[in-house]
T-cell receptor, first 113, second 113 residues
Framework: QKEVEQNSGPLSVPEGAIASLNCTYS??????FFWYRQYSGKSPELIMS????GDKEDGRFTAQLNKASQYVSLLIRDSQPSDSATYLC?????????????FGAGTRLAVHP | DADVTQTPRNRITKTGKRIMLECSQT?????MYWYRQDPGLGLRLIYY???????NKGEISDGYSVSRQAQAKFSLSLESAIPNQTALYFC????????????FGSGTRLTVV
């Protein structure tokens, strides 16, 4: 089992709809979770972080965390064509005593007008 | 100027050649990372360094070496390039105590022929 798993997509949604992106992780001790957005040919940029069970909202983005189910999701409300990108889920890994991020393969989101 | 600068941006090299990818940062971050990105596989960690005297292997270090010349500089070398090292390479930085907010460079697209 991969440490961080995401559906590769593409996830296609119409403009104005809610896009739901999902991520599961294998390390039960993980305490923090991150979503990065990566436009084609560009570098990843951090858009959300979440540490506690429940929801965290930031503008049109909501991150949802369920540690018991080892599941984290990202909701994008009122999706816009400019949201079309690959979304990477990242979870810290503490092997070897060092904290570094492990990334999922990413879900490609396509928002069509 | 970019906070994290990678050079070169693009490089085509021949099998068996030695090549160095360079990364420099003005963020003042102590931690630096090298990832490679392949379609469908996401970002995979090659090497990471938490300070100048600290170098650690990531999940895919075979065929690569690194040098942390200063807090601001972290270079990745391919001693004898092979075609399956063709990928997009990203350098990233973070600060000890930060919550996973990595800053990524613009990437180096490497092609080994």
């Amino acid at each position: 089992q991969k440490e961080v798993e995401q559906n590769s997509g593409p996830l296609s949604v119409p403009e104005g709809a809610i896009a739901s992106l999902n991520c599961t992780y294998s390390d039960r001790v993980s305490q923090s979770f991150f979503w990065y957005r990566q436009y084609s040919g560009k570098s990843p940029e951090l858009i959300m972080s979440i540490y506690s069970n429940g929801d965290k909202e930031d503008g049109r983005f909501t991150a949802q965390l369920n540690k018991a189910s080892q599941y984290v999701s990202l909701l994008i409300r009122d999706s816009q064509p400019s949201d079309s990108a690959t979304y990477l889920c990242a979870v810290p890994n503490f092997s070897g005593g060092y904290n570094k991020l492990i990334f999922g393969a990413g879900t490609r989101l396509a928002v069509h007008p | 100027d970019a906070d994290v600068t990678q050079t070169p941006r693009n490089r085509i090299t021949k099998t068996g050649k030695r090549i160095m990818l360079e990364c420099s940062q003005t963020k003042g971050h102590d931690r630096m990372y090298w990832y490679r990105q392949d379609p469908g596989l996401g970002l995979r960690l090659i090497y990471y360094s938490f300070d100048v005297k600290d170098i650690n292997k990531g999940e895919i270090s075979d065929g690569y070496s690194v040098s942390r010349q200063a807090q601001a500089k972290f270079s990745l070398s391919l001693e004898s390039a092979i075609p399956n090292q063709t990928a997009l390479y990203f350098c990233a930085t973070s600060r000890t105590g930060d919550d996973g907010g990595y800053t990524f460079g613009s990437g180096t697209r490497l092609t080994v022929v």
